[in-house]
Structure formats: C-alpha cells, structure tokens
C-alpha cells in the first residue's frame, strides 16, 4: 500500500508533484460527482417531504408507508391519527408518504 502510493506521488517526468496534482485533481471529482448525484438529490426530496408534511391539516386524505389510507383525524406534535375504515390508527407523521395528490419524492 505504502508503495502504491509513493509510486502515485513521484514525479513521473522529473515535473515536482505531477502525480500528486492528479491524484487530487482526480479525488475533486469523485467529491464532486457524489454531491450532485446522491446527497444534493436526497437532500431535496428530504425538503419536498418536510413541505408536505407542514401542509398536513385535518380532513387530508393520507397514505402511509405501510399502506393503510384514510382521513386525518387529529394532529399533535410528530403523531397523526387517521380514520381509515372503522379504525382508527395513530402513526409517526415521517411514516406519511402521501397527503392529497402530494407524493414524497422519497416515498418510490
């Protein structure tokens, strides 16, 4: 290992620090490749869900991430209680992937 990269940062033509200007020049790259197609995407879809969820009132038609669709029935603090049928279910306010014809981005 310790080779291998001594090998990567001698000059290859007698240039100081070619090799090492490179190699960073390269790391850059892959830095920049992850931001914009994993964590800027994710962090988008994470602001379209906290938007949706913000808009949440009772009488929403919602659909949760284990399934169960139906009506709001109150809202207090991270805790939702929805009407689907006869029952009435309490769920995590993350756990709602669809408020209306809003879907998470997150929730595919």
Not at 40 to 69: F, M, N, W, Y
């Amino acid at each position: 290992m310790t080779s291998l990269l001594m090998s990567l940062m001698a000059p290859a033509n007698g240039s100081a620090g070619g090799g090492l200007a490179i190699l960073m020049v390269q790391f850059g790259a892959i830095i920049l490749i992850f931001y914009f197609l994993l964590i800027r995407p994710q962090s988008q879809a994470r602001k379209k869900h906290a938007e949706i969820l913000g808009q949440l009132k009772k009488g929403d038609d919602v659909t949760t991430a284990g399934g169960i669709i139906g009506k709001v029935k109150d809202i207090k603090d991270d805790r939702i209680t929805i009407e689907s049928g006869t029952a009435t279910v309490v769920v995590e306010r993350a756990r709602i992937v669809r408020v209306g014809e809003n879907v998470s981005p997150s929730a595919s």
